[in-house]
């Protein structure tokens, strides 16, 4: 069984960072994309980051390129969202995805909330 566990979120001011956290566990890909979506109040779930397996290239959305830097550690199958310079608007639910093929996973999700 493919598990997700996010850690990490929390409050912080504007301008300020936190990094998430997302441990992989019961999967045997060899080739997945794995990274965050998040989901505002009142918006539609959005792509925020991802990294693939197969050659390490990232993918940022608009919004958070030059603040957010995605990473990951092998060792551990564990994701991380680096997110520097935070806004209001980047307040939201923020949920680990591992996909391969047709296969999508989801973590529980984590409060980022990021006050004015």
């Known amino acids: 069984e493919v598990q997700l566990v996010e850690s990490g979120g929390g409050l912080v001011q504007a301008g300020g960072s936190l990094r998430l956290s997302c441990a992989a566990s019961?999967?045997?890909?060899?080739?997945?994309?794995i990274g965050w979506f998040r989901r505002a109040p009142g918006k539609e779930r959005e792509g925020v980051s991802c990294?693939?397996?197969?050659?390490?290239?990232?993918y940022y959305a608009d919004s958070v390129k030059g603040r957010f830097t995605i990473s990951t550690d092998n060792a551990k199958n564990t994701v991380y969202l680096q997110m520097n310079s935070l806004e209001p608007e980047d307040t939201a639910v923020y949920y680990c995805?591992?996909?391969?093929?047709?296969?999508?996973?989801w973590g529980q999700g984590t409060q980022v909330t990021v006050s004015s």
């Open positions: 995805n591992l996909s391969s093929g047709s296969r999508s996973y």
């Open positions: 019961g999967f045997t890909f060899d080739d997945y994309s």
């Open positions: 990294i693939s397996s197969s050659d390490g290239s990232t």
